[in-house]
């Protein structure tokens, strides 16, 4: 069935989003804290109602070793979500930031999404990029849709984002905004071109009809650099706002957002994105074999 659009969607009511994109120093937690707290309140002042922050923006990236990534880690009642969630509830504002969870004898590349009534949810990276694998496990949930006052947010990180399946579970779940913490290496690409990463980004929100919301870092960390390339799309996948690459301690993007018009799954009147599907004809893609 076509997914109409419903009664209480037909008055627009956008929400100020903002991406807090950060750069990090590897292992300067209280700086890193220091940097994402300025930055959330920056983003409370401009008028946003929800602030995103990047992946691992507490400890930075850049991890030689397991042992290493564990003597950074903590767990999702540690002190660093505990004060991001204290922001939360301060500021009132929704916040979603990238962190190193320890939990038991797993350690995952994670993201938290605080609501300022104290809601918590966490979810774990699912797909590990490059080094990663040597670094983290992988989390084994998929990506979480949160109810909350402004709308329903999905959360991945990063490389989550360029797995096409991965991202069409948010949209089949109801989310109205896809939130993504990330960090993008600068890598070249031809003259006047974007980096693929965006146009990926890009195109899954048009693939799903569902805005995304992509924090990324800048700077340079241990010989990588980053690409600075925050965006925020609309559900069609065209740009809002998008940040510039540069080494400054935070560059703040916003973009107001009707979050409920992307229930709305028509991209003309007889297509609808979701409801053009043809599940029993993609089976080949649980299929191992092939």
Known sequence: ????????????????????????????????????????????????????????????????????AWGLAETAAGPCVSEWRELAAELDLIVVAGFCEADGDGLYNSAVLLRPDGGQTCYRKAHLWDGEKAIFDVGNHPPPVVETAIGRLGMMICYDLEIPEWTRLPALAGADLLCVPVNWPAQSHPEGERPAEMIKAQANAAFNHLPVAVCDRAGSERGVDWAGCSLITDAKGYVLARASRQDGDCQLILAALDLAASRDKYISPRNDVLADRRPELYRALLDPSR
């Open 1 to 68: 069935m076509p997914h109409a659009v419903l009664p209480a969607e037909k008055t627009a009511r956008s929400v100020s989003i903002a991406c807090c994109q950060l750069a990090p120093v590897f292992g300067d937690v209280s700086g890193n804290m220091r940097r994402s707290r300025d930055a959330l309140i920056q983003a409370s002042r401009r008028g946003a109602k929800l602030a995103i922050l990047p992946e691992l923006a507490n400890t930075g990236y850049v991890f030689s070793s397991r042992d290493e």
